[in-house]
């Protein structure tokens, strides 16, 4: 399994949607984190698939590589 420096390096020079994809799985579970500690903010008709569809997480990773930046885990 390649690191996560190494994955959005090599993401960034390349833009590979494979590439992001794999990014954008590997900050599932922090999302995940982050909407069960707001559990109390999130509307009741809201689902966890909802918070966490991929287009939000693959918008975040793409704004960040066209800054040149990474998100750290």
């Given at each position: ?12 020079a390349s ?17 995940r984190y ?16 909802d918070a ?22």
């Open positions: 399994m390649i690191s996560h420096e190494a994955l959005w390096q090599e993401f960034l833009r590979d949607k494979a590439l992001r994809e794999q990014i954008a799985v590997q900050y599932g579970p922090l999302v982050v909407i069960n500690s707001m559990s109390m903010m999130v509307p009741p008709l809201s689902t966890m698939d966490l569809r991929a287009h939000e997480i693959v918008s975040a990773i793409e704004r960040a590589a066209d800054t040149g930046h990474t998100i750290s885990l």
